[in-house]
């Protein structure tokens, strides 16, 4: 060991034998892991990773066997296949502890052959990881990470409830330390004031001041070290954060009180201290109690889904891991089971419990054909279903990420109330030096209690608080009503939103075909005629074949079927010819449509024996969703491909006097470019694969749950459950947001300016300075929380 020298990657005393030159200079380590390690990143030409790194590495272990992460079965834990060559694996990352830990996983590892992206998060302390199987194995990425001196692991549900739960116990233990700490010293402190008051013998007092010595410094060295961790982060980075203030406010305090203990000469302080501590960590354990409930709440869907689901062939059934299913696979799911995959169903009819995907507390009637869902609960019968998706390509799994993602992107005016709250901190710190120096002048005695609670009572915890608590409450709100935005900032946005665009297919009507109704032209009843319709489209895809396949009662013959594009279809049954469709099916028939609407014709050997009028059913909300916007001065419009006559009755029933017909993606797109020109906020909702570049275009933007995937990305936020009242609701949240963070803030600072001058002129004490301090927070945090209201 060489004496004064410390490791150059870790920080422990090095070792004379261990050595390396790096930038031209000897440099020492404590073992040949430090070395390996920092000659890795010089060599990947990261060096500069030393400069800017917050804090010492960790000091690599010895080399750990990650080949069982190479089993399949392993890797299915947490490893999704995105195709035949790639993977996606979730990792937690250990010892990530700032910016600089995130640029150096993010391009050592992008290096590396077979890796084909990384995207690090440095606040959830996970990595996300696109590999090539036939290219790199999994253990080799695993030992990647741990070469540069990190501890990759599995980023499943046990492994991060047990890094969550290691958390929670180590804020606990914190609180419990700092809380008796505070309640003994006050005790003692209470003797010492009396003594002050009555009179006391020296050595009385010197004794009490010893016992809260005792009593707070594994406070001030155990309980409050984060605040000094991201203190010195803060400083590290050129920044200020409030755990700055915080730190000089507790070490100035503890210094200056065993100062006085020791030399029996000046004030103590560590009542304040303990008080300080224990309600500042309280605060953070009641936000890591809040986070944690945000994360149940985005993961309670996965964590019903079972653990084995029953596979089975033509010849046998089996019990497989969930994780193994594959798309195509046949999965049995018995009654009061949930389903662990999507997929569509082939056998069996039941009753289905959807609620946590769209919110429907009614079960939903499910029969072949139909579409179920990961996560949804089978009724009274077993259903046979066929897998159309697994992992994260379920519906659950999109809406738990979208969720994710929300609670992850800041809105602009967080950013810059956190950029305030830095510029706030750095004025405190200055403001308490001058009334030092200037309390020093006037009355010595008082300086250093006064510069303290200066620094305690001004602590930006409310500022801080002000605008994450009033998004947070926000996106819980619009959660409950199965609302998902990417991000708060979204839900900001429609606060000042002056025009809303509708698509109509879809979004201001149901998007299913329904028959109004029929026309007889000849002598055959309506079921007949609904049963001939039956069976011509029994086999189609088409919108129009949806509007006659719910007559599955009727048996339907087996009939040769011809589609004729643009046109209908038709067929020979029972050697006579039927077509349905337009009547340009049959030329030489010259027929008026009977009124203004969608009709087909339904036509037996060249003669007309039927009209079928068809309509797409008006949303039951959307007229009431219309005048609430109305009344609001909210100027709705209709941005529809449909024809003109369609567009026109609708526009007409919901009384939308902006309206447009036949309109191309690009027509759209450009219809909210010209209403932005005009200084208009336009607020788009809509849900097909030509919605897309509106949606992305618009201010803000809302895609339907049963919208297109790309209308999905595109979109800003997602109905999970299509009701349209709620954008009115919505539009009405977001100012009550608004004016919460304004109230907020607006309480901070005047909270702040009647508090300073306060503690500047000598009337609050350090003990009443944490006090405010503390109910300043929870003035921001309860208001916030009245949003939910």
């Not at 001058?434 to 005695?445: E, G, H, K």
């Not at 300043?776 to 945090?781: A, G, I």
């Amino acid at each position: 060991m060489i004496d004064g020298e410390k490791c150059y990657h870790c920080g422990l005393n090095a070792l004379p034998e261990i050595t390396a030159k790096l930038d031209d200079k000897n440099v020492y380590f404590c073992c040949y892991g430090c070395q390996a390690v920092a000659q890795t990143i010089y060599q990947k030409g990261f060096s500069s990773f030393y400069q800017f790194r917050s804090r010492l590495n960790l000091r690599p272990e010895e080399k750990k066997d990650f080949s069982p992460y190479d089993n399949l079965d392993i890797q299915a834990e947490f490893t999704d296949v995105i195709n035949e060559t790639d993977r996606t694996s979730d990792l937690l990352i250990g010892g990530i502890t700032c910016a600089a830990c995130v640029w150096l996983l993010e391009n050592q590892l992008s290096q590396v052959p077979g890796i084909k992206d990384v995207l690090v998060n440095s606040t959830a302390r996970t990595a996300k990881i696109v590999w090539e199987k036939q290219t790199i194995k999994l253990s080799a990425i695993f030992d990647a990470i741990a070469q540069i001196g990190y501890e990759p692991k599995p980023n499943t549900p046990s492994v991060q409830q047990g890094e969550l739960h290691s958390e929670r116990k180590k804020l606990l233990i914190r609180l419990g330390v700092a809380g008796f700490g505070m309640m003994q010293a006050g005790m003692v402190a209470v003797a010492l004031h009396a003594g002050g008051i009555q009179g006391m013998e020296p050595h009385w007092r010197s004794f009490l001041r010893w016992v809260s010595f005792i009593l707070i410094t594994p406070v001030i060295i155990y309980a409050a070290s984060p605040f000094y961790f991201s203190a010195w982060r803060a400083l590290k980075n050129y920044s200020l954060n409030m755990d700055v203030s915080v730190s000089i406010a507790l070490l100035v305090a503890y210094v200056s009180s065993t100062y006085a203990t020791l030399y029996a000469h000046g004030e103590v302080y560590f009542d304040s201290i303990g008080m300080f501590t224990f309600f500042l960590l309280l605060a953070r354990f009641l936000e890591f109690r809040l986070r944690l409930k945000n994360i149940d709440a985005l993961n309670a869907g996965s964590h019903i889904l079972p653990l084995y689901v029953q596979r089975y062939d033509e010849a046998s059934f089996e019990n497989i891991a969930r994780k193994k299913v594959r798309v195509g696979d046949r999965i049995r799911v018995l009654p009061g089971e949930v389903f662990p995959v999507d997929g569509e169903v082939i056998e069996g009819t039941s009753s289905v419990n959807e609620s946590l995907i769209n919110g429907e507390s009614t079960p939903q009637n499910k029969t072949p054909g139909a579409s179920v869902f990961a996560g949804s609960i089978n009724g009274e019968s077993p259903l046979s279903i066929r897998t159309t998706a697994t992992g994260q390509q379920t519906q659950l799994a999109a809406i738990e990420n979208w969720a994710s993602e929300a609670s992850k992107n800041k809105p602009q005016v967080q950013l810059l109330s956190d950029k305030l709250a830095s510029y706030f901190v750095a004025c405190v710190i200055l403001i308490a030096a001058t009334t030092y120096i200037t309390w020093f002048n006037i009355d010595s005695s008082k300086a250093l209690w006064v510069a303290l609670s200066v620094l305690v009572v001004t602590c930006p915890c409310a500022l801080s608080l002000a605008t994450p608590t009033v998004f947070t409450a926000a996106l819980a709100w619009a959660r409950k009503r199965l609302i998902l935005f990417k991000s708060a900032q979204y839900f900001s946005q429609l606060e000042d939103i002056t025009d809303v665009a509708f698509d109509k297919t879809g979004t201001l009507t149901q998007g299913e075909l329904c028959v109004e109704k029929v026309l007889p032209l000849a002598d055959i009843d309506e079921k007949q005629i609904m049963l001939l319709c039956a069976t011509l489209e029994k086999n189609s895809h088409h919108p129009i074949a949806k509007a006659f396949q719910t007559n599955t009662d009727i048996s339907i013959p087996d009939a040769a079927i011809k589609v004729i594009p643009g046109k209908g279809v038709c067929a020979t049954i029972d050697q006579d010819f039927y077509s349905l469709g337009s009547p340009s099916l049959i030329p030489e028939l010259q027929l008026q449509y009977p009124d203004a609407g969608q009709w087909i014709l339904l036509t037996k050997n060249h003669d007309a024996i039927a009209w079928i009028k068809l309509s797409d059913n008006i949303r039951a909300e959307a007229n009431e969703t219309i005048s609430a916007l109305k009344r609001n001065n909210i100027t709705s419009h209709i941005l529809s491909g449909d024809r003109e006559e369609n567009v026109s009755r609708l526009a007409n029933t919901l009384q939308i006097s902006h309206w447009h017909s036949a309109l191309s993606a690009e027509e759209k797109y450009e219809a909210v470019k010209k209403l932005q020109s005009e200084n208009k906020r336009v607020l788009m909702v809509g849900d097909g694969i030509n919605d897309a570049p509106v949606l992305k275009v618009a201010n803000t933007s809302i895609a339907m749950s049963h919208a297109s995937q790309l209308a999905h990305t595109q979109a800003d936020a997602v109905f999970l459950k299509n009701n349209l009242a709620l954008i009115p609701s919505l539009i009405k949240q977001a100012k009550i947001v608004k004016q919460k963070i304004r109230q907020n803030i607006t309480w901070a600072i005047c909270y702040n300016l009647l508090a300073l001058p306060l503690a500047v002129l000598g009337y609050v004490p350090p003990w009443m300075a944490a006090i405010g301090m503390s109910a300043s927070s929870l003035v921001v945090v309860a208001n916030a929380a009245r949003i939910a209201k």
